[in-house]
């Protein structure tokens, strides 16, 4: 009997555990279902419900009361669109737990109902804020996830590519899944990998077109819809970027590449819908203004800086009553820089993306507590709304700016290709510096009121804490450690022994964040990867005493777990 319970055990670890070449041999859109048995066999971490606490529900409240019949018509219609990219995004990022998590709807079973939710936040078995670390079962995280083969490592990939050139454009799609082993890699392109989820997509999206009244936004509708089916995004980006101040937008696209920490260039579905507020857009103004002379203030070399005159720099604040995909999941973001596209960079600009209502919790709930625990009081005091929300729509436009290629010794290449796996923690650390060298450069040339710049450094350094509790296997928290560790060892950050709280050096931040700055850019412009990892093997390590302040923190959640009366399960 025993032996046979063992066998059986064995039997579903391996199972599990070699789920992704099952999937790679079959429909890659299906997907197993479990018993709370097999569940429980896969094992649980022990202190899940710990790791729960570490999020804090927050109701997202929305209501349609005031559209007219056709705008209900019409957001329904993206809603159920975006819920198509969120049954794509999980067959990205790990298909396993979307099983487990279909199979456990409807559980009574305390352990398991929390087992759900937690799938739900990572979006994956996998935990964004302890290093990535599986709570379900002991596979480790492929650093691919499900866009890439498990077993091969990013040198494997460029060998490959290296002895049959023909196959590398394919390889490096950002739209195309990759499969196979050293001796032979194939590809398949995304619209036919997640074709039953694109094709519902696109046909509620052009449904959704003929109830838009901003005949703008329903031919962008239509654009983007056939865009899902070729995965050619570029004629629908330009369309989004031009889009005049719409009172209904969307992201909809697979645009970022957190899930790639092989090669840092396959992209994830992700969606939000959201409502233009106008009284917060307004405030933009002064931002948008100065958008062309921030990108020649940057201290990098001007054949490094496209000119941006004349580019649009479309900044939005919207409520977002509904995400899905790689917007839902893990870290829950407040803003947005989009496209990624560089083409478009370098002919239109991007479109900046401010969550007003995911912005507002993030403040409340998370940073303005931290500062009081972590920082001393009279500069905690002086972390805002208004600070942090400076800070980040300059990150945001900032993702923008710089360079729009590298130049390397092999010619101008995609920064990403370029970069591999260190650029998401490169760009978004990049969009950090550049973003507060440039609320100083504003300061400076009157924009904005000097009295402010200590409560902009503040703010800043205050969200620095937020990040870095996610920790370094994540992009966002390894782009900040390292921006901590370099500004401690410049002095514009110590900590005070005696009341174990960090300090701000207002006189010598200036110049650290203009040093890193340089620092990133050049390392952006010149696509010299060796020197990026060495730069974050350096100073992405969090120190002792961090990790200990840190530790004290534990009533104050690492991020919010976003509830709405809109969500049902993943298909």
């Not at 710089?402 to 130049?407: T, Y």
Request: charged share 25%; with cysteine; hydrophobic share 40%.
């Amino acid at each position: 009997m025993m032996k046979r319970m063992m066998a059986g055990l064995i039997g579903s670890l391996l199972l599990v555990c070699g789920m992704s070449s099952t999937l790679a041999a079959a429909d890659s859109t299906a997907v197993r279902t479990y018993s709370p048995a097999q569940i429980r066999e896969m094992g649980i971490a022990p202190d899940l419900q710990e790791r729960m606490q570490r999020w804090k529900k927050v109701e997202m409240p929305f209501t349609s009361a005031d559209f007219s019949a056709r705008e209900k018509k019409l957001f329904d219609e993206l809603v159920a669109a975006s819920r198509d990219l969120e049954s794509a995004y999980w067959r990205q990022s790990d298909p396993v737990a979307l099983g487990v998590y279909k199979s456990l709807a409807g559980t009574k079973d305390p352990e398991l109902k929390t087992l759900r939710q937690y799938l739900m936040i990572n979006g994956s078995r996998w935990d964004l804020v302890s290093e990535n670390e599986p709570f379900l079962g002991h596979q480790p995280m492929p650093p691919g996830r499900y866009l890439l083969p498990q077993d091969m490592t990013s040198a494997q990939i460029e060998a490959y590519v290296a002895a049959h050139p023909t196959q590398k454009a394919n390889v490096y799609d950002e739209h195309r899944v990759v499969r196979g082993d050293a001796s032979k890699l194939t590809t398949t392109p995304y619209h036919v990998e997640y074709a039953p989820f694109v094709r519902s997509a696109a046909n509620h999206l052009r449904s959704a077109s003929r109830y838009a009244d901003d005949k703008a936004f329903a031919n962008f509708l239509r654009l983007r819809a056939d865009a899902l089916l070729t995965d050619d995004y570029y004629e629908s980006d330009l369309a989004w970027v031009k889009l005049e101040n719409p009172r209904f937008d969307i992201i909809f696209a697979p645009y970022e590449s957190y899930l790639d920490n092989l090669l840092g260039v396959k992209t994830s579905y992700g969606a939000a819908v959201m409502i233009r507020n106008e009284p917060e857009s307004k405030k933009l103004e002064v931002f948008q203004k100065y958008v062309p002379d921030i990108q020649q203030a940057l201290p990098l070399g001007k054949d490094d800086l496209p000119d941006t005159t004349g580019h649009r720099t479309p900044m939005e604040v919207m409520d977002t009553p509904f995400r899905a995909g790689d917007l839902r999941h893990g870290y829950q973001a407040v803003a947005d820089n989009l496209p990624n596209d560089p083409r478009i960079h370098e002919k239109v600009g991007t479109k900046k993306i401010f969550f007003k209502n995911f912005m507002d919790a993030r403040v409340d709930y998370v940073i303005l507590p931290l500062a009081k625990h972590l920082m001393r009081a009279d500069q905690a005091s002086k972390a805002s709304a208004e600070g942090y929300l400076a800070g980040t729509m300059m990150h945001e436009i900032c993702h923008g700016l710089g360079p729009s290629f590298s130049r390397t010794s092999d010619g101008r290449k995609d920064i990403r290709e370029a970069i591999g796996s260190a650029y998401s923690g490169l760009e978004e650390a990049k969009a950090d510096v550049c973003g507060m060298y440039s609320l100083k450069w504003l300061v400076d040339h009157g924009a904005l009121e000097k009295s402010r710049l200590e409560e902009y450094y503040a703010s800043y350094v205050a969200g620095i804490f937020r990040t870095l509790r996610f920790g370094t296997g994540e992009a966002h928290g390894r782009a900040e450690m390292m921006e901590f560790n370099y500004y401690r060892e410049q002095g514009a950050i110590t900590r005070d022994a005696a009341t174990a709280r960090y300090v701000i050096d207002y006189a010598k931040l200036p110049g650290a964040i203009a040093a890193v700055t340089k620092e990133l850019l050049e390392q952006e412009a010149t696509g010299d990867r060796a020197r990026s990892e060495a730069w974050f093997k350096k100073y992405d390590v969090m120190p002792p005493d961090l990790t200990a302040a840190l530790l004290t923190t534990k009533d104050v959640p690492i991020d919010i777990d976003p509830l709405n009366s809109l969500s049902e399960p993943v298909r």
